[in-house]
Structure formats: structure tokens, C-alpha cells
């Protein structure tokens, strides 16, 4: 029970940071071009006049952002927004934040570290020579940044290759915690099916009480796709449908998605999404050293 103590802890929230800035967005920020958007948010590759230097802006929707903060002042929990999360996090393998507030058109938004790299989804649509005998070694960095983020208390719970960007130094930097929520308890209680579809472990989709494995499932999901370029169950048209088959369904063996696969790396992957999560890793420092102690490193 060492670890879940020391993840639980005695406060209910995180966060932090500097007070509310607010910015004059056209003031400020010359935009350039749109490199994502999300849901409830549009991201910029942009140049900071104030801070003299290229950067990522992303603005969120401030409508579907307040309706999304009442989900959790609805249950009376005190939720750090994404920019307080995001400030307060400090490792090479996650995007640097450099400043969050309010812009004065009411809308939040985050100044962050422009990634000069490629989208992980991007580089498993392609089969991307990059991945070639890289793979080990980027879920690897994928698990020192989700080991960090559980020690800090929270939970990512949007884990996937679009939410990962590798930089063109081989850098692996895990983006968007829109949806991250602190790791306690109260936070951690049953309820809606949040996050996306083909990543959702069995237990968010029977809307039990969850706790960090649902990132380890999404992580292994991800691993899975890294190494043969498919899903581990086939994708549907309905959501309904694919999260019928996640619970129904056993995942396609991964040495039939990629015949070239080691036997000793199949058995890691199918570990890693395991159903049940009292059978899959539990800690993403644990998942790592398992693909550290594969004999064959050339993935």
C-alpha cells in the first residue's frame, strides 16, 4: 500500500503557480499558424512579444471549459485548472508551461515551450523510419514522464499518441492535461466516461472507481500501437460498440498485428493492457524496466 499513501496524501487538490495574468491576446502574441484543436481548445504556434521568443499559445473555450470545472464544483471539489497543473510540472519528458491566466476576452489560456518535432500519431499513421529502432527507447521516456506524474498526485487520463510529441532531437514530451485531475480519492470516485475512446480501460468504461492504472491501460495502448501500427482491438464506427468489444472481446495478439515481434516483447505488450488491472504493471517505472530487460533492443 506504499505507493498508493504516498500518492494519496492529505489534500484534496493541487495546483499553484503565479496570480491570474491576463493578456491582450492581439497585443501580445503575433499567431502564425494553427497546429492543433482539441475539443475545448485551439493551439498556435506563435511569437511572444512579451517574452521575445517563438512559442505554443493555447487558447481554451471558455463556455465548454466552465461547463467542464462544474462537473467538479457540482461535487464540491476544489479542481487546479490546467494551467495550474501544468506550471507546476517540471520534467524533460512533458511540455514546459511557461504562464497560464485569462486573456480580456474572458478566454484562459496557456503560454508553453513550441515543440519543434512530430505528433507520435503522426509517426504511427506513416510507419515512420524515426520509429525504427526507436521504439523501446520512446515508450521509455513516455514512462519516466507518467512515473512523474503520478509521484506528483495526478492522473493524466487523456494518454495517447496524439497527446505525445517526439521532438526532432528524439525527445519524447507528453502534452495536454485538459483533463488531468489530482490523485486523491475524492477525485478518483465512479463516474463519467472521460477521455478517449480506444484508450479507456475497462474499468472507466464499467464507471467503476479508478486509480492510476487507467493511464498504465492507455500507455499500453499506446506501446501496443508504437510497436505494430494497429489497435489491440479492432475499431468500430460506434463507440458503444468498440467499448463493448474492449470488455467482451480479448485484444488481437500483438505477434499477429507484427510478425517480426519477439515473443519476449509480445508478452510485455499483452501485460501491459491487460483487462484486469490487477494483472497489468503497476507502476510505469515497473513497465520500463521490462523493456529495459528484453535481449533484443533493436525495436
Excluded at 466516461?193 to 467503476?208: N, S
Excluded at 463493448?244 to 493492457?273: C, G
Aim: one cysteine or more; proline letters at 3%; a positive charge.
Amino acid at each position: 500500500m506504499g505507493f498508493f499513501s504516498s500518492l494519496f496524501g492529505s489534500g484534496e487538490s493541487g495546483g499553484g503557480g503565479k496570480g491570474k495574468n491576463i493578456a491582450n491576446v492581439k497585443k501580445r502574441f503575433d499567431l502564425q499558424n494553427r497546429t492543433g484543436q482539441g475539443s475545448m481548445s485551439k493551439v498556435y504556434r506563435a511569437y511572444d512579444r512579451e517574452l521575445g521568443r517563438v512559442i505554443c499559445l493555447k487558447l481554451l473555450d471558455k463556455e465548454k471549459t466552465k461547463k467542464f470545472e462544474e462537473r467538479f464544483s457540482a461535487q464540491k471539489l476544489k479542481k487546479p485548472t490546467e494551467g495550474q497543473i501544468c506550471l507546476e510540472l517540471k520534467h524533460k519528458n512533458i511540455v514546459v508551461t511557461y504562464e497560464h491566466g485569462v486573456t480580456t476576452d474572458g478566454e484562459p489560456y496557456l503560454v508553453m515551450e513550441y515543440i519543434d518535432g512530430l505528433g507520435l500519431n503522426y509517426l504511427i499513421e506513416t510507419n515512420n523510419v524515426q520509429l525504427k529502432g526507436n521504439r523501446i527507447n520512446y515508450v521509455a521516456q513516455l514512462c519516466d514522464a507518467v512515473q512523474y506524474l503520478h509521484q506528483q498526485k495526478y492522473i493524466h487520463r487523456d494518454l495517447c499518441p496524439r497527446n505525445i510529441m517526439v521532438t526532432n532531437d528524439g525527445v519524447v514530451k507528453l502534452i495536454d492535461f485538459g483533463l488531468t485531475i489530482p490523485y486523491t480519492p475524492s477525485f478518483t470516485q465512479p463516474g463519467n466516461r472521460t477521455g478517449t475512446v480506444d484508450y479507456l480501460a475497462p474499468e472507466i468504461i464499467k464507471r467503476m472507481a479508478t486509480d492510476h492504472r487507467v493511464d498504465m491501460f492507455a500507455l499500453g495502448v499506446t506501446a501496443y500501437e508504437i510497436f505494430t501500427g494497429q489497435m489491440p482491438w479492432e475499431r468500430t464506427v460506434s463507440s458503444e460498440e468498440t467499448l463493448r468489444r474492449r470488455l467482451n472481446t480479448l485484444p488481437r495478439d500483438a505477434k499477429l498485428m507484427n510478425p517480426e515481434l519477439d515473443d519476449e516483447v509480445v508478452a510485455v505488450l499483452m501485460k501491459s493492457i491487460e483487462r484486469d488491472r490487477a494483472l497489468r504493471y503497476n507502476s510505469a517505472q515497473q513497465f520500463k524496466e521490462s523493456l529495459e530487460r528484453l535481449d533484443n533492443q533493436s525495436y
